[in-house]
């Protein structure tokens, strides 16, 4: 998915290395208003909130290797942590560009879906008016 291979990866990548930095900023900042508790600022923020156990799935863009980001949908499962141990966590991501893409489509669809309904009804509502009105006046419809 990121264009690596697990050589390239294992204990040489972290986390905020394949995150867009300004949408981590923003994502600490959230947790720290949700929690009321001042944490570490960017990606390690993500990590603390994983070492109290906290669940979380959220959405972040992801860097490849070759620079192209995408969006992506991210779990990130932690464990307690335990006096005098590191604290672990589980952080999986995945692709969410079909998704993404078929809800750009979906919401394209629904607005001329829309624009279509509004077109129909104006002219619903114009042919009944000019239905009823010029009978009412012609001479030829009058029954008088």
């Known amino acids: 998915m990121l264009g690596y291979s697990a050589a390239e990866v294992v204990n040489k ?66 464990a307690a942590r335990r006096p005098r141990r590191p604290h672990r966590y589980l952080l999986i991501g995945t692709d969410n560009s ?8 979906l919401h394209n669809a629904m607005a001329v879906a829309e624009k279509a309904n509004l077109a129909k009804t104006e002219f619903l509502s114009n042919m009944s008016h000019e239905l ?7 001479p030829w419809f009058s029954h008088s």
């Open 13 to 78: 990548i972290n986390p905020s290395d394949i995150h867009d930095p300004q949408e981590v900023i923003v994502r600490a900042a959230a947790l720290q208003r949700r929690t009321r508790h001042p944490d570490h600022a960017g990606i390690r923020s993500i990590g603390l909130q994983a070492s109290r156990g906290i669940e979380d799935i959220y959405e972040l863009t992801y860097f490849r290797k070759d620079g192209s980001r995408f969006p992506a949908v991210v779990f990130r499962h932690g």
């Open 98 to 105: 079909v998704r993404k893409q078929v809800e750009l489509e």
């Open 132 to 138: 009823r009105s010029p009978l009412k006046r012609d």
